[in-house]
């Protein structure tokens, strides 16, 4: 069991090393209906909104009634897609792919959980958790969120990272149930779902990683600010370059 006191404390820690805009978020996939905040009130929304809420400081809990897109419904074993999505027309139809085929392909290997294994998943700003969380998303500028890439290949001793995405549901699947299922890193660079229905930047991307990685990528990001992080945003070398070329 994770201590919550600690969580807060480096969620905070976090957001301040990378002068995030938002806060890294908690989520928590709850099987069973004691186990969910019963103080927080069930809002009809997107996960990619709860999300942008609880980056901002808003408590979040959804629940199958009230999350109310299909493809992430199916994304955490609430409901089955549509057959307009499943059969691929309805990707054809936003634009997002030109054959049904591709688009029906995009949802047969995208990654879900079993129906049934969650009923309500709870979201909140990772400073100020109420328990521990399953999941932690960060939703910021990719140069911020490379630090947090780096981080973790630190913790896990120079392993590669390998992600995976279908530039489609970039929050509930690429960095929450993907990192959820495979208990490691996965990044995204956003789709089209969540630029239109939230106010993510367009050099703002989204990444997760389980709760148990945590610490480690606090630690390292800490070091990180040490000497990495401002020498590379000081841009010394590409000034030097610039004089050079102003020089002949």
Request: proline share 4%.
């Amino acid at each position: 069991m994770y201590n919550v006191s600690k969580i807060n404390e480096l969620g905070k820690l976090m957001k301040d090393l990378l002068d995030l805009n938002g806060s890294p978020v908690g989520v928590k996939l709850i099987r069973h209906k004691d186990e969910y905040n019963s103080s927080l009130k069930i809002k009809n929304m997107r996960y990619c909104q709860a999300l942008m809420m609880a980056r901002y400081g808003t408590p979040i809990l959804l629940d199958e009634k009230s999350l109310i897109c299909p493809a992430a419904s199916r994304a955490f074993g609430f409901r089955d897609l549509p057959e307009g999505l499943k059969s691929g027309k309805g990707l054809v139809c936003f634009g997002i792919t030109k054959v049904d085929e591709v688009g029906k392909n995009m949802f047969e290997n995208m990654p879900h959980l079993e129906k049934g294994k969650i009923s309500y998943i709870e979201l909140y700003p990772l400073e100020n958790i109420e328990k521990a969380p399953d999941v932690v998303v960060v939703e910021d500028e990719v140069e911020k969120l490379m630090w947090v890439n780096l981080a973790y290949l630190n913790n896990k001793k120079g392993e590669r990272i390998v992600s995976s995405t279908s530039v489609l549901q970039a929050t509930c699947v690429d960095s929450t149930v993907v990192p959820y299922l495979n208990k490691k890193l996965n990044f995204s660079f956003g789709c089209y779902g969540c630029r239109d229905a939230t106010d993510i930047k367009a050099g703002e991307a989204v990444l997760g990683f389980p709760i148990e990685d945590l610490e480690g990528i606090v630690t390292h990001l800490e070091y990180l600010s040490k000497k990495a992080m401002p020498n590379s945003r000081t841009k010394k070398t590409f000034k030097m370059f610039q004089q050079q070329i102003k020089n002949g």
